[in-house]
């Protein structure tokens, strides 16, 4: 459902390629986690396959759409949960989440369905006639997986969805990832938090220095790399520093 080939990103003005011929392809019903140390290319990746950000060479063909060919027949399956939530701010978030289910051609029955459910989940329906400046980091995390969810998308992708959640938000996220899978659509975050990566997600990838070290289900991980923990893996692999010189 998502197949990325030979993926490769150098931003402008820098000799380095943040990510270095990338090859991936996630299957309907998985959960995937990406895990790399700070600078490796998660981010990059991430809002390469969302269409965000251009590529160099290579490419992302999403529910079978090449995202530059048919860009808008692959971007309708996505929903993107970005580790930043700045752009909306003088919406309320009932706003936000109608203009992401207007661009997605939710139904209204549809739409406030979904809005309901998610939320009660996050306790957040005393906040959602207010403007989404006043919302704490975390409310505002919780807003974004709304926005992201209204359209009930085949790829929901994530970037760092755990950071500023309190630990009943953070279940709660885990859960509705769970759910989204069962439902046999797929997920895709990234996260520093390997014990989320190991209890939630049926395969995992390392990125360091923009290259794809290895991807697997955990114990094919640990076989590939000498059956340590995930997080002695990781500290070997990532080797001290990840980060670009
Ligand atoms: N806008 C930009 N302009 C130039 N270089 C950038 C830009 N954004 C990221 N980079 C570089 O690209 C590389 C990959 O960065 P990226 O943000 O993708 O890493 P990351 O894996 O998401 O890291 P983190 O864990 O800190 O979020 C780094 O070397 C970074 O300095
Ligand atoms: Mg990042």
Redesign the pocket.
Known sequence: MLKIEHLTKA?AK?N?K?VDDLNLELKSGEIFGFL??????????IKMLTGILGYDTGSISICGHDLKSESTKAKRNIGYVS?SHVIYDKLTGKEYVEFMADIYGVDVATRKERADKLLEKFELRDAYGSQIRTYSHGMKQKISIIGALIHSPDLWVLD?PMTGLDPQSAFQLKELMREHCADGKTVFF?T?VLEVAEKLCDRIGI?VKGKLITVGNLEEIKAAQGDSSLEEIFLSVAGGSG??A
């Open positions: 931003y820098s380095v943040a790399g140390p700070n600078g490796a290319g998660k981010t990059t990746t580790d760092e990234s520093h990125i980060e670009h």
